[in-house]
């Protein structure tokens, strides 16, 4: 099953690297995630199969989507 992500979740690489943010899905099918850095604002695109979800702020820790009003 491939992994899909929505804009706003965060997220790390599977080999556990810095927290990110979904910024975009791209055209090749890649995610545009940003972080920070050393006080420095980075982004990178990463295939879905090597990212792996770490927080949502609209889905609770069951993986279900909060109601939103």
């Known amino acids: 099953m491939i992994n899909t992500f929505k804009i706003g979740d965060m997220v790390t690489t599977k080999t556990g690297t810095q927290t990110m943010t979904v910024d975009f899905l791209t055209k090749n099918g890649e995610?545009?995630?940003?972080?920070?850095?050393?006080?420095?604002?980075?982004?990178?695109?990463?295939?879905?199969?090597?990212?792996?979800?770490?927080?949502?702020?609209?889905?609770?820790?069951?993986?279900?989507?909060?109601?939103?009003?």
């Open 31 to 69: 995610y545009n995630c940003k972080w920070h850095e050393e006080g420095v604002l980075r982004e990178g695109e990463f295939k879905p199969d090597v990212l792996e979800l770490k927080i949502n702020k609209y889905r609770n820790s069951q993986g279900k989507d909060f109601n939103q009003h």
